[in-house]
């Protein structure tokens, strides 16, 4: 029976989303557990993508087999009890036996939190203590450049391994906390995402904030398809991926 697990998890203690042989990280974990669950047996999640060390998730999503005959809501129950509280299993289904938590995905939602307010050591792990003054208009306005279909290769990981850096954002939005106008949350809704690429917008849309860039420097950054004509790669603590479309 295959399955489809929605998740959230706090980053904050481990190295990212992706099985590592020597490090703590979230798929590693639900499938210590998962193994538990089928009698000793291994258990492979496929996530729709991975995550960062120190980066966070309200909406991952992951398929999985599994060979022991339990309900969808009794599995959810039984992963809960045994996981580590960092994570937090919200809801699993069945699925057809096709189905590919990657390769099915048709959009997902990115959001960066940013406290331009007086530092914060409760927040430290979740928003992203910047604490000075952001020219917010700016950075708002350079964002909706990043609409559309584009070449993100100066945006992406240095000498990432692919031949494909188009992507196409669908929507951006940049809102101030209506109860605390210090902060700031950004989003990305897009077809797809490569490594580091939201960080890296967002390390460049503070320098535009800054005062270091103008707006209009985003075209000229895209266009270059040159990682170094960008900003630096914002801390990853005040990233989320949000949710994931299918």
Not at 22 to 39: F, P, Y
Not at 125 to 139: E, G, H, P, T
């Amino acid at each position: 029976m295959r399955y489809l697990m929605t998740f959230s998890y706090d980053g904050t203690n481990y190295k990212g989303y992706q099985k590592q042989p020597s490090a703590k990280t979230i798929q590693g974990e639900i499938e210590k557990k998962l193994r538990v669950i089928n009698n000793d047996k291994q258990v492979n999640i496929h996530a729709s993508g991975r995550t960062d060390a120190k980066v966070h998730a309200l909406n991952q999503k992951a398929h999985f087999d599994l060979e022991t005959d339990i309900s969808p809501e009794k599995l959810k129950n039984a992963l809960n009890s045994l996981i580590n509280k960092d994570i937090y299993i919200k809801s699993i289904v069945e699925v057809d036996d096709d189905f590919d938590a990657r390769f099915n995905v048709k959009a997902k939602e990115y959001i960066y939190m940013i406290n331009m307010g007086e530092y914060n050591p409760i927040e430290k792990n979740y928003i992203y203590q910047y604490n000075k003054r952001l020219d917010v208009v700016a950075m708002e306005r350079a964002l909706k450049y990043i609409e559309g279909t584009h070449n993100f290769k100066s945006f992406t990981k240095a000498n990432v391994e692919t031949e494909d850096f188009v992507r196409t954002i669908v929507q951006t939005n940049l809102k101030r906390n209506l109860k605390d106008v210090n902060k700031l949350t950004i989003s990305f809704l897009g077809t797809g995402f490569m490594r580091y690429m939201v960080r890296n917008i967002v390390g460049t849309l503070i320098e535009i904030g800054e005062g270091k860039r103008k707006s209009e420097d985003i075209i000229d950054i895209i266009n270059s398809e040159d990682r170094r004509r960008a900003g630096k790669t914002a801390n990853p603590e005040g990233l989320y991926l949000k949710d994931v479309f299918y």
